[in-house]
T-cell receptor
Framework: ELKVEQNPLFLSMQEGKNYTIYCNYS?????LYWYRQDPGKSLESLFV?????AVKQEGRLMASLDTKARLSTLHITAAVHDLSATYFCAVDMSGDTGNQFYFGTGTSLTVIP | GAGVSQSPRYKVAKRGQDVALRCDPI?????LFWYQQALGQGPEFLTYFQNEAQLDKSGLPSDRFFAERPEGSVSTLKIQRTQQEDSAVYLC?????????????FGAGSRLTVL
């Protein structure tokens, strides 16, 4: 069974600081996604990573994928309060007959002014 | 429509009642997914449709759960004889193929509370 683990589960950081969220998964896949979820809201797509070594950046967030290590990272640079949310990684295990995304446990980020 | 629409947004059911949750995906999106999200957890896969064909229902937790998409557009997730452990947010997502990737667009979800 595929396992997708994120750490930390909870993160409290001050504005202006940098931090990295890690997503480890237990089987081979070269497609990984990052989503953001605000309280009581649905999930919003942030990044799509489709190959080993892929790096995407949007504002203060940067995501990378190392398929050999089965690891993706979401790096936060100079955090601001607006980034407070829960972040999920999802591994794409789409196949010929099935189409499944396995989500991580989520990282709840709180940015403190 | 502009996004994935789900209804009802909130549903309270007494244990043993049947419920039906509706999903209206983005027009033209072939793929449709249902996920269950318990409080404080990540979404867990329930089932997947490609047009009207249900290609994967391996995530449905029991035979009380049933999903359909008869015309390849709107989908309904039905839960029979609800139990307290069914309480969760049920998320629907549709997707299109973008350069080999499935980019999921989620609806706002239907929050089910079983008393």
């Amino acid at each position: 069974e595929l396992k997708v683990e994120q750490n930390p589960l909870f993160l409290s950081m001050q504005e202006g600081k940098n931090y990295t969220i890690y997503c480890n998964y237990s089987t081979t896949s070269d497609r990984l996604y990052w989503y953001r979820q605000d309280p009581g809201k649905s999930l919003e797509s942030l990044f799509v990573l489709l190959s080993n070594g892929a790096v995407k950046q949007e504002g203060r967030l940067m995501a990378s994928l190392d398929t050999k290590a089965r690891l993706s990272t979401l790096h936060i640079t100079a955090a601001v309060h607006d980034l407070s949310a829960t972040y999920f990684c999802a591994v794409d295990m789409s196949g010929d007959t099935g189409n499944q995304f396995y989500f991580g446990t989520g990282t709840s980020l709180t940015v403190i002014p | 429509g502009a996004g994935v629409s789900q209804s009802p947004r909130y549903k309270v059911a007494k244990r043993g009642q049947d419920v039906a949750l509706r999903c209206d995906p983005i027009s033209g999106h072939v793929s449709l997914f249902w996920y269950q999200q318990a409080l404080g957890q990540g979404p867990e896969f329930l089932t997947y449709f490609q047009n009207e064909a249900q290609l994967d229902k391996s995530g449905l937790p029991s035979d009380r759960f049933f999903a359909e998409r008869p015309e390849g557009s709107v989908s309904t997730l039905k839960i029979q004889r609800t139990q307290q452990e069914d309480s969760a947010v049920y998320l629907c997502a549709s997707s299109f193929d973008e350069s080999g990737a499935n980019v999921l667009t989620f609806g706002a979800g239907s929050r089910l509370t079983v008393l």
